[in-house]
């Protein structure tokens, strides 16, 4: 069975503040895709990046890093110098090679940043 | 270029009635998918079309049903409304051959009393 774990339902922070959005994953799939979205109050998912299970290298991108672990079934989002702006709820998606075009989410994590 | 439509925007049914949400896909996009988000969760998925047939299909029952068209646009139907059908209804489209990069619309939100 494939899942998608976030254990933190909501995270509140001060603005500047980084802060770290954990996400572990399950699946039996040696190739998947990982992906964090981002919804704001709109409700629209916005996406934000994907890995492929192949590219363990960790990119930044602005304020935002991301560490994918294979090891731990771990793939960590980090928002570095946090804004308001930042204030969204985010998902974590997993879609293994065996069911293409099917995302598994989590449960998703609420920011709030505060000025 | 138009990234992924869906109407209408808000919806209220009562329990027993049906209702159907429609969704554009992104220019040059062939395949759909749809998912059902109740409140505080992710959104889980109901279902894929791609050539016009269902693809594939998640956890749910055969009250949930849709239809994609000769443009690609899709429809999703769901009968015998229930209380617990009341969530966003996501829709979002790509590239049958580009299968991991699918694009969501702004969703429609399903209010059943």
């Known amino acids: 069975a494939q899942k998608v774990t976030q254990a933190q339902t909501e995270i509140s922070v001060v603005e500047k503040e980084d802060v770290t959005l954990d996400c572990v994953y399950e699946?039996?799939?040696?190739?998947?895709?990982l992906f964090w979205y981002k919804q704001p109050p709109s409700g629209e998912l916005v996406f934000l990046i994907r890995r492929n299970s192949f590219d363990e290298q960790n990119e930044i991108s602005g304020r935002y890093s991301w560490n994918f672990q294979k090891s731990t079934s771990s793939f960590n989002f980090t928002i570095t110098a946090s804004q308001v702006v930042d204030s969204a709820v985010y998902f974590c998606a997993l879609q293994g090679s065996s069911n293409t075009g099917k995302l598994i989410f989590g449960q998703g994590t609420t920011l709030q940043v505060k000025p | 270029d138009a990234g992924v439509t869906q109407s209408p925007t808000h919806l209220i049914k009562t329990r027993g009635q049906q209702v159907t949400l429609r969704c554009s896909p992104k220019?040059?996009?062939?395949?759909v998918s749809w998912y059902q988000q109740a409140l505080g969760q992710g959104p889980q998925f109901i279902f894929q079309?791609?050539?016009?047939?269902?693809?594939q299909r998640g956890n749910f029952p055969d009250r949930f049903s849709g239809h994609q068209f000769p443009n690609y646009s899709s429809e999703l139907n769901v009968n015998a409304l229930l209380l617990g059908d009341s969530a966003l209804y996501l829709c979002a489209s790509s590239l049958r051959t580009v299968y991991n990069e699918q694009f969501f619309g702004p969703g429609t939100r399903l209010t059943v009393l």
């Open positions: 220019s040059g996009h062939d395949t």
């Open positions: 079309y791609y050539e016009e047939e269902e693809r």
């Open positions: 699946t039996r799939d040696t190739t998947y895709y």
